[in-house]
């Protein structure tokens, strides 16, 4: 398959290998990376990177041109091409913070979920300070955007794509574009039609680009239009243009054209596409939105990118593109000739679609569970997934699409209900395929809607469960005093709620919180608030384990005596319950703080008990860690030849595990502990 450049605005202008035109704009550009900047002509060094605009309107071919460029010179970077798109197909621009962070994911560059925009684009610029890369900032709607995003490397270029001046960024090098030239124009539209129709009337084909004003999505359409039709001229098509040439540009005077040749059904998705999250469009979604077959709306969309009227995506996965410069023409037919409702039902039944996929795609990671396999066996066809390899590909295809029809969904505000089972079956799914921390970054911005869904519709419960997500997030990237403020105010709203989850769980966070900043009284008094709450409701299991981080709490504190109370009553609680791995562990830590105490004997008697216990419960590398313990301790008493005996065998423990554990069964057992603890909670169990 060979290399095409593709407009941000709709235009295709390169195929078969080839470059269509600009060849006077794309010289200049190349000489304007040789040329001296400002800086370096007053004496100075330049203090970031050169930045080459091209300006011009959707649809240009301004990206095509970009692509072309980039494709050039890529050589002279070392360190590679980066890409990113700044603006929504509707033009509504991304967060400076979104832009960062895909550019850091394509450096495999690790960043903070939830990290403010300007920790964001201090860290690229940092990633960026020794390296020799090339980014490509497509559809900028603002200078602040590429301003936010320029390396401080004078060695990186930055090719920014916009459709008008970038004012406020110094010594940036502008390409403004126009009309193709008409023999590119006629060598773009003899790629449709065949170079037979151009040939045997060159003055009807040039009078054409002269309609279309060289404008090439607009000759795309046209082109697409007249392949479509082998036995009309192109004479006529110039011609019908020109009678309607006080009808808005030439790129919707095409379209009209084109448009309404189209039969209704199809006229009608079309339409409907301007629905679609952040312009792309697979199959199922153009299904949804139309109420057709999937295999229907495939076709359909084929025949839409032969038109010139959507772009075929590059993906494991049938996935389409809504062209930008088309998009407010879809916009203004959808919200002209379809009533609200009829729009809203079709949101709607996107929504839904989408909401059983993500369903079927997390279901398919569980076929160790007959009722999960019941559940995916209970779908229809047209929503399952063959394997779970087919499933991780599409929600990889589909992760902007999902995260922009969530955000959509709850700016939208009349589809709450459906917000709120996209965003925790996306969360879910996320988890369950890429894990916690692979999946933290998004998991941070879908709890920050449903935080937006709940406060604006009063609810307390499902305010509850986003704070203490957020707050989670934050506590695992650092941002502790962060996460303390939002437990704060989710144990406000789980007590305004009367959630005893949300509120015991809250508390508990608290006093956690607290003990990661070093407040030890205010730990083990949030956890003794939240140990009262537990032993009132009888929760044994939990009432024993907040035994255990009360002890810790004490520990810290050097209040040795109170841990070895507490621990002790962690111990019977854990002996009543059963649990015998629990038992264990308890009893490693007893014997820990006993050593910090200075008792070596009670030490030594308590860890060989623990020894036992975790034999028992099977737990390999915690006797290991126990045979350690002891091994330290008998040389604290002065019996070195039994300590080595003890670490000989705490060896030969870690040896036999390392020889049995089977490669990546960690990998299997932690998405379900991950999706455990990120559960949204407000979701009806169905879901």
């Excluded at 313990?629 to 060896?651: C, F, I, S, V």
């Amino acid at each position: 398959m060979t290399d095409q450049a593709v407009d941000a605005g709709g235009v295709r202008l390169s195929g078969e290998g080839r470059f269509l035109g600009r060849t006077r704009e794309l010289k200049e550009l190349l000489a304007d990376i040789e040329r001296a900047g400002l800086d370096t002509l007053s004496g100075k060094k330049a203090p970031r990177a050169r930045v080459l605009l091209i300006a011009g309107r959707p649809g240009s071919g301004r990206t095509a041109l970009a692509e072309e460029l980039v494709r050039a010179v890529a050589d002279r970077y070392d360190d590679g091409l980066l890409r990113a798109r700044l603006s929504e197909p509707d033009g509504t621009p991304v967060p400076v913070g979104n832009s960062a962070r895909e550019l850091l994911t394509a450096l495999d560059v690790a960043a903070p979920a939830g990290a403010a925009e300007d920790d964001l684009t201090a860290v690229l610029r940092e990633a960026l300070a020794d390296r020799r890369s090339l980014l490509l900032l497509d559809d900028a709607v603002a200078a602040e955007q590429v301003d936010a995003l320029l390396p401080d490397a004078p060695q990186c270029l930055v090719v920014a794509v916009s459709g008008g001046p970038l004012t406020g960024i110094a010594d940036v090098r502008p390409c403004t574009l126009g009309g193709l030239d008409t023999k590119a124009a006629l060598e773009l539209l003899s790629r449709h039609t065949g170079s037979v129709r151009i040939t045997v009337d060159p003055r009807a084909a040039e009078g054409l680009v002269e309609e279309c004003q060289g404008h090439p999505a607009a000759l795309m359409l046209a082109g697409g239009w007249l392949a479509a039709r082998p036995k009309a001229a192109v004479a006529d098509l110039a011609k019908h243009l020109h009678t309607e040439s006080d009808e808005g540009s030439p790129l919707s005077r095409v379209f009209k054209l084109v448009y309404t040749s189209l039969p209704a059904p199809a006229a009608r998705i079309l339409r409907l596409l301007s629905l679609a999250p952040a312009g792309l469009v697979d199959p199922h979604t153009a299904s949804a939105l139309a109420g057709c077959s999937v295999s229907g709306a495939r076709s359909t969309l084929d025949d839409f990118v032969a038109l010139g009227l959507l772009h075929a995506v590059e993906s494991p996965l049938p996935q389409y593109e809504v062209p930008g410069c088309l998009y407010p023409l879809l916009k203004a037919l959808a919200d002209t000739q379809d009533r609200p409702a009829e729009l809203q039902l079709a949101r709607a039944r996107m929504l839904e679609r989408t909401v059983r996929l993500l369903q079927s795609s997390r279901a398919i990671t569980e076929t160790d569970s007959a009722d999960a396999r019941e559940k995916l066996q209970g779908m229809p066809p047209s929503v399952r997934f063959p394997n779970p390899r087919a499933a991780e590909d599409w929600l990889r295809a589909r992760r902007p699409a999902l995260l922009a029809a969530a955000r959509h969904a709850v700016a939208d505000g009349e589809l709450d209900t459906l917000a709120r089972r996209l965003m925790s079956q996306f969360v879910r799914a996320m988890v369950a395929h890429f894990g916690m921390k692979a999946a933290a970054p998004d998991l941070y911005d879908i709890h920050g809607l449903v935080l937006d869904v709940a406060e604006r519709r009063a609810l307390p419960r499902e305010r509850a469960a986003a704070l203490l997500n957020l707050a989670d997030l934050d506590a695992q990237t650092g941002r502790t005093r962060e996460a303390l403020t939002r437990y704060r105010a989710a144990l406000d709203a789980g007590r305004e709620a009367n959630d005893p989850y949300a509120t015991g769980r809250a508390m508990e966070s608290v006093g956690g919180a607290h003990l990661e900043l070093g407040d030890y009284d205010r730990a083990a008094d949030w956890f003794g608030r939240a140990l009262a709450q537990r032993l009132a409701r009888d929760e044994r299991a939990e009432a024993a384990r907040l035994y255990g981080r009360i002890a810790a709490a004490h520990t810290y504190a050097g209040r040795y005596g109170e841990a070895v109370r507490n621990w002790r009553a962690a111990l019977a609680g854990h002996r009543k319950n059963g649990d015998v791995a629990a038992h264990a562990r308890a009893l490693s830590e007893l014997a820990r703080v006993q050593e910090y105490a200075g008792h070596p004997e009670e030490c030594l008697r308590t860890c060989q008990e623990a020894v036992e216990w975790a034999r028992r419960a099977e737990d390999v590398r915690l006797q290991a860690a126990l045979q350690l313990r002891l091994a330290d301790t008998l040389d604290r008493l002065g019996d070195p030849a039994a300590a080595q005996l003890h670490r000989g065998a705490a060896e030969r423990l870690l040896d036999e595990e390392v020889s049995e554990e089977e490669p990546g069964s960690q990998q299997v057992d932690e998405p379900k502990q991950d999706a455990d603890a990120c559960e949204i909670r407000s979701t009806s169990a169905e879901d």
